[in-house]
């Protein structure tokens, strides 16, 4: 089954303790995304990667890191979270920079920072 | 630059009547649109999306969409709604070129169904 699959699904840690919420697709697609969701603000882009190595910031990359060192994986990184990071977490992924493909979403990671 | 504005974060309709979810776009370049829904717990699925084949879109479990690029909207309607239509959507633009085909979403909708 084509899919987008991150882990864990829900998270809970203390502040300034790093994490790692992983990301894979078993499509081959180029693009990968983060998105974080936050009530009546939808969905932000925090980082992307148009392919193996090649990543850039979205609009609210302060606080992450991501790496794409394999094609299907892209990790989303907090180096030190803080309680503002509290957030549901989605990756995505598409085929290529076509602007009428859409994308495929992963079922989100629950992040809560005490 | 692309924006979404979803007008109304809160939409309550009866079991049976019309869902009308509005959407309009900012776009210095031909968009590409589309519409998510989000059940509760769950991920974002596509419903529909507009890719300037068609200004009228139809999607899954009864939605569609058309693109007027005269009001810059791309409204989701459906004639009848479903206890099972109630969860929060969202509409989001797409361009290629310079923006590496970022998508860009709204605020969202919540929709209620009653019965």
Sequence with gaps: EAQVTQNPRYLITVTGKKLTVTCSQNMNHEYMSWYRQDPGLGLRQIYYSMNVEVTDKGDVPEGY???????????????????????LYFCASTPSDRAGEGYTFGSGTRLTVV | AQSVTQLGSHVSVSEGALVLLRCNYSSSVPPYLFW??????QGLQLLLKYTSAATLVKGINGFEAEFKKSETSFHLTKPSAHMSDAAEYFCAVRTGGTSYGKLTFGQGTILTVHP
Excluded: D, G
Aim: no cysteine.
């Design chain 1, 65 to 87: 890191k991501v790496s794409r060192k394999e094609k299907r994986n892209f990790p989303l990184i907090l180096e030190s979270p803080s309680p503002n990071q509290t957030s």
């Design chain 2, 36 to 41: 998510y829904v989000q059940y509760p717990n």
